[in-house]
């Protein structure tokens, strides 16, 4: 997986990049295997309060993205991972969902292989009837 940490405005220490990428990966491929892209962002608000933004890009068609705040830029990124797990859980199990919806026949009869001999009564009375 490709994994792209950055810092707007913001130094950020190798012990915080080590972090996210110790986190990132596990955490994606827990749910959808390999991934493909990961981006995090840090940046600080004007509240002097630190923001991490997360956009993880699963599989092709699925993009997902979360973001956390707090005064800690660890803190505001565990944040913003719960936000990502979350939404991966839940997208993984409609998934699941859908796939085991597909397989299923309700209301579709089978045909049956073989043909409805008619009675013998019934085979007497149509050559009378032809007669008449």
Do not use: C, W
Not at 36 to 52: Q, Y
Not at 85 to 95: A, G, P, V
Not at 104 to 117: L, N, R, S
């Amino acid at each position: 997986m490709e994994l792209n940490i950055k810092g707007q405005n913001i130094d950020l220490g190798e012990a915080l990049r080590a972090y996210v990428e110790k986190t990132v990966e596990p955490t994606v491929e827990k749910h959808f295997g390999r991934a493909i892209k990961a981006n995090v962002v840090f940046s600080r608000e004007k509240s002097k309060r630190l923001r991490a933004v997360i956009s993880v890009h699963a599989k092709r068609g699925i993009l997902v993205q979360g973001h956390g705040a707090a005064d800690d830029p660890q803190a505001a990124f565990d944040s913003a991972m719960e936000r990502i797990e979350k939404q991966l859980r839940r997208y993984k199990s409609r998934l699941i969902k859908h796939k085991k919806g597909r397989g299923t026949d309700e209301g579709i009869f089978t045909a049956h292989k073989y043909i409805i001999a008619p009675e013998p009564a019934e085979e007497e009375a149509l050559p009378e009837a032809a007669d008449a």
